[in-house]
């Protein structure tokens, strides 16, 4: 496309729209007309190019796609999720069944572009509006059937999907994360909404009617599922022997993911799959031989204990990973777990009381501190905590070793907060730094 809204990306010739944005695209109108943009679109300004002046550029760059590009990708079949957990899992998770079941499906989201195979990392969950359309012309080419993508309420609120239209809109949950963007949940819940607009005349939207939010999302296109009364009803829950069993409405299934929160990523995958026409005895298979996403409750065995890397790091994901290993843990859990910097400071001490309230110890640590100083951070978290089953080493190489350390027989380290990333975001600087790495390497 000869269309671009990132100046160092401009070629001669191109069109280069300014968007107002965290950062403002108007900034940088000089330097993409050094690179060669030969008009200019922005919404104030006089250049020495072809200049259009719009009211807003992000509605002309949102419309110019559709009524250019659209025809190109509006084969593919489009599921798109939201909520403030799970969407990496169900995504992945679809992505992973579609494809075991010959139908090729592609995958965008937090830990990157797969097309069969992971392709390469993306800069956001959801990429903005005129890279997912480039992402969406290589699945085209790719003769992709199904695109699966984590939608971010970040996103919804930027206006980074407006345009799309999708075949599945899902909702996992809502539960207080980014109230440093959104200022309320009243706000998080309407960004969210904003995706079940989206639908395509036809289309299904699927819902956890167990989340408290779950009636913001429901219409007469909408499929439910939960423990509470749904389509697809859940019971008889239990982990045996590291195997998942549930029963949905009649049916009975067994998952190698553990954990009440994964019955619920799963409840996704089988819904999809139901909705597309698969047998119940097909879904049954497809879906016991599933393994979780990178930094996913990814598990790592030593001598009798076991070492947990996962990417919670909400309230509400801590207390589920944390209340899944208890199902299992034969002795103690050891919880090492910190809070990201410039970020949702609410939620701090929240966090630090689930941690030290389900986990026998805590080792409170830093996670990417980004411009906030990490002892700061952690003092957040353990102000006016009651507990004392805990301990602070800010340097989280440390409080991994030192967690190690700790382990004794039939325990269970679980590190917290950073699952697949491999950095920590320090200052302004990525500095190159892996939980699972770092774990293998000390056991």
Known sequence: MNIKVDSRKVKRGDTFVALRSTNDGHKYIEDAIAAGASLVVCEEGLYSVDTMIVNDTRDYLINYLKDNYYSQISKLKLIGI???????????????VLNKLDIKCAYIGTIGLYIEKKIRDLPNTTPDILDIYEILFECAEKEVEYVVMEVSSHALDMRRVDGLEYDYTLFTN?????????????????????????????????????????KHFISKDTITYGFNKSDYQLSDYEI??????????????????LGKHNVYNMLNVIIVLKDIGFSDMIIKEAISELTPPPGRMDIIHHKSNLAIVDYAHTPDAVEKIINAVREFAQNNIITIVGCGGNRDKA????????????SDYVIFTSDNPR?????????DMVDGLDNLNYEIESNREKAI?????????????????????TYQIIGDK????????IIIDNL
Do not use: W
């Open 82 to 96: 939201t909520g403030t957990n799970g969407k990496t899992t169900s995504a992945f998770l679809i992505h992973q």
């Open 174 to 214: 809502l539960t207080q994360d980014h109230l440093n963007y959104h200022g309320t949940m009243d706000n998080y819940c309407n960004a969210k909404q904003k995706l079940f607009k989206m639908l395509k005349s036809g289309g299904k939207s699927i819902v956890n009617v167990d989340d408290d939010y779950s």
């Open 240 to 257: 045996i022997n590291n195997i998942t069993y549930f029963k949905v409405n009649n049916n009975e299934y067994h998952i190698k993911l």
């Open 347 to 358: 939620k701090r001490p929240i966090m630090a009381k689930i941690a030290t309230d389900l």
């Open 371 to 379: 411009l906030e100083e990490p002892d700061e951070i952690i003092n």
């Open 401 to 421: 070793k030192k967690g190690i350390q700790k382990l004794n027989n039939s325990d269970i380290l679980l590190v917290l907060g950073k699952g697949h990333e």
């Open 430 to 437: 990525k500095i190159d730094f892996d939980d699972k790495k």
